[in-house]
Nanobody, 124 residues
Framework: QVQLVESGGGLVQAGGSLRLSCTAS????????LGWFRQAPGKERQFVAA????????YYADSVKGRFTISRDNAKNTVFLQMNSLKPEDTALYYC?????????????????WGQGTQVTVSS
């Protein structure tokens, strides 16, 4: 079993930055894909970014490309999401997820473990 705990959310003005963290406990996640998703009220869960086990291969939704950066520290079992130039439309509950595969996916149904989420609110 894997437990994922997100932190770092908060309220920020448009144009500001936040750094989300997700720490895993339980079974090692070093060989798996980690992803960030977000869900705004009344909307479906949306892929944001993913990173492969090597920490080199990363993938982003078009809406965040160039503004968000995903990274991981396998020694600390932690994945990060650096969010810059935040916009009001980035407001959502952000989830960390692990996929038991070395191949990334943008489909939330293909991820096996989820955190509880951390709220990000961007004011205009």
């Amino acid at each position: 079993q894997v437990q994922l705990v997100e932190s770092g959310g908060g309220l920020v003005q448009a144009g500001g930055s936040l750094r989300l963290s997700c720490t895993a406990s339980g079974r090692t996640f070093n060989m798996y894909v980690l992803g960030w998703f977000r869900q705004a009220p009344g909307k479906e869960r949306q892929f944001v970014a993913a990173i492969r086990w090597d920490g080199i291969s990363t993938y982003y939704a078009d809406s965040v490309k160039g503004r968000f950066t995903i990274s991981r520290d396998n020694a600390k079992n932690t994945v990060f999401l650096q969010m810059n130039s935040l916009k009001p439309e980035d407001t959502a509950l952000y989830y960390c997820a692990q996929r038991r595969s070395s191949y990334y996916s943008t489909n939330s149904r293909e991820y096996d473990y989820w955190g509880q989420g951390t709220q990000v609110t961007v004011s205009s």
